[in-house]
């Protein structure tokens, strides 16, 4: 028995999570044919994905005597920015 308080809805694929990679499986499973439905905890376009912008980090030997941490804080305070 179905409550009348809630609707249904029928999905081939049913996606949890509306950052880049949600919305990117949504795209290949659409375009695939798939009824596709995403759900998300927030609003659409506020997922983490958005607010880590600038988070991706990579060891890198650029290091010398005379480097400082300002440019290591400053490179991801500038993507952020953008």
């Known amino acids: 028995m179905?409550?009348?308080k809630y609707e249904t809805h029928e999905h081939d694929v049913l996606i949890i999570?509306?950052?880049g990679a949600g919305l990117?499986?949504?795209i290949e499973a659409l375009s695939l044919g798939?009824?596709?439905g995403v759900v998300c905890k927030s609003l659409l376009g506020k997922a983490h994905t958005v607010?880590?912008?600038g988070g991706?980090?990579?060891a890198m030997a650029t290091l010398t005597p005379t480097t400082?941490?300002?440019l290591t804080f400053a490179t991801p305070c500038?993507?952020?920015s953008s």
């Open 17 to 19: 999570g509306a950052g």
């Open 2 to 4: 179905v409550n009348s």
């Open 24 to 26: 990117r499986a949504a």
């Open 34 to 36: 798939a009824n596709v």
């Open 56 to 58: 991706i980090a990579a």
């Open 78 to 80: 500038a993507a952020a």
């Open 68 to 70: 400082t941490g300002a």
């Open 51 to 53: 607010m880590a912008e």
